[in-house]
């Protein structure tokens, strides 16, 4: 089975840049994720689909950052204009989750983010 | 608001001892808990997942447990090797988030 793809892996932009990301979940997994890791820090959740529709957007920056699931599959998060304190790791995840039943969540490789 | 810590924040052992890594949360209402292991510059890789009901979960040399009732996980890996360097990471699934701890930054040295 295939994992969860993301792209970019690397990506370097200077300070008032736009970004995107781009994330293709595991087939059929209707919950996906963005985290935001700063260096030494645990993964931060910035927003949650489940299928096209936001459960959770709360830490989520809307002044710079959006995002959009269009039906229901692939994902792109997207930083406008970027700080130098958005310099991170961007990491998806995606999960079945089966009604009551919440499964296993599994990442991607993560995009990592340089603001210069 | 949920809450989750990991103890230690770091830590370095000769290959072949035994260790155990722990995880707390705040809010014991959580439908399971993950266990992760992220290389350096690299994803979270899953390496086991415990659903609210159960008690632990095995899988190789790995074995983690979980008391819902006191807000604790335990991560046991026998007989460490220096494949083993990395960052473990607890995550609770609550509400439907999934929140992470700091993690615990392993190295085994031969």
């Known amino acids: 089975e295939a994992g969860v793809a993301q792209s970019p892996r690397y990506k370097i932009i200077e300070k008032r840049q736009s970004v995107a990301f781009w994330c293709n979940p595991i087939?059929?997994?209707?919950?996906l994720y963005w985290y935001q890791q700063i260096l030494g820090q645990g993964p931060k959740l910035l927003i949650q689909f489940q299928n096209n529709g936001v459960v959770d957007d709360s830490q989520l920056p809307k002044d710079r950052f959006s995002a959009e699931r269009l039906k229901g599959v692939d994902s792109t998060l997207k930083i406008q204009p970027a700080k130098l304190e958005d310099s991170a790791v961007y990491l998806c995840a995606s999960s079945l989750d089966l009604g009551l039943l919440r499964t296993e969540a599994f990442f991607g490789q993560g995009t990592r983010l340089t603001v210069v | 608001k949920q809450e989750v810590t990991q103890i230690p924040a770091a830590l370095s052992v000769p290959e072949g001892e035994n260790l155990v890594l722990n995880c707390s949360f705040t809010d014991s209402a959580i439908y399971n808990l993950q266990w992760f292991r992220q290389d350096p510059g690299k994803g979270l890789t899953s390496l086991l997942l415990?659903?609210?009901?159960?008690r632990e979960q095995t899988s190789g040399r790995l074995n983690a447990s979980l008391d819902k009732s006191s807000g604790r996980s335990t991560l046991y890996i026998a007989a460490s090797q220096p494949g083993d360097s990395a960052t473990y990471l607890c995550?609770?699934?609550?509400?439907?988030?999934?929140?992470f701890g700091t993690g615990t930054r392993l190295q085994v040295f031969p």
């Open positions: 995550a609770v699934l609550i509400t439907d988030k999934l929140i």
């Open positions: 415990i659903q609210s009901s159960q």
């Open positions: 087939s059929g997994h209707a919950t």
